[in-house]
């Protein structure tokens, strides 16, 4: 890097940054030349109905295992595709293969999918969605589209109209990373959402600070006002399991329940899940 220093790059681009734009920029090559219907494939996280002990929904994440960089993190790789616009080609990849993948499961089972800015933003792109849920056959009240906060205020009106088609046509909406970003509740009721999702960094300072808990269940009264489903995302312990019962939280995602699972091993979960959760519960 000093070379570079040397060269005499501008000082406000630290060396960070530079080796992170290299970086996008090599992994969104790479992407351009693979394969990406071969090496992409999907995992599944259930999201739990912790009143009725059952999995009622899995959330679908995407994961590349790369033939020239091995498997790479799909933070890096959702935002470099994101940058260049790959990333709607990718969002349909993943919409067919998971529609497959749905095809095998119990009827009234759901699966979500994230969808990025990019993807909301082009019409074009919100077409095709639709396009491929209709034709898969799959009952599209089964599936759900999670959108985070940033992106759906990037463009707010633009937004409004995505989500509409996707409503439209059957899906639900969620609201990713709940709390993570400039949270404004005035768009709540604006926009034709079903569901929030709390995000993680909530639930990692639940145990140890006690205002946490009250924030956390702030958002679950105002949820059930609003008549919106709420996820507790990234719930790794027990501990904070049983805190989030106390605040009646309903529907957990996290680790504690399981972590992605390759979609081979979905049906095995369900069958043995009775017996997990009466024995957790
Ligand atoms: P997300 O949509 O908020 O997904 C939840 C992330 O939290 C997943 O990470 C999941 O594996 C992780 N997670 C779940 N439970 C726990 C837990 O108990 N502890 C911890 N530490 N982590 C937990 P993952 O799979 O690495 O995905 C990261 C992000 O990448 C996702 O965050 C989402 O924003 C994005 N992403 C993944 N797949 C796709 C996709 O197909 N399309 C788009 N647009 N974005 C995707
Ligand atoms: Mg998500
Ligand atoms: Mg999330
Ligand atoms: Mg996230």
Redesign the pocket.
Known sequence: YAKQNMRGAPVIFTERHEAEMRDFSLVDQTLRGSDLDAEFSIVF?PQVDIVENRTVSF????RWDSARLGVV???IF?KAAERSGL?TQI?QI?LSKALKHMAEWPEEMRAS????ARDIRSATAIANICDTVERSGIDPRRIEF?I?ETAMLTDFDQACEALSRLKVMGARIAI??FGSGYSSLGYLHRLPVDKIKID?SFVVQLVKHGTTLKIIKTIIDLCRNLHLECVV????TEAELNNLRQVRARYI????FS??MPAGEVAGFLATEGERLSLAG
Not at 233 to 236: D, L, Y
Request: net charge negative; no cysteine.
């Open positions: 996280q959330e679908a994440l995407a993190r799909p933070d959702i990333i969002t993943l999918f994230n969808l990025s999670e985070t990713d990373d993680r995302e990234g719930v790794e995602q996290g680790y504690v972590k992605p």
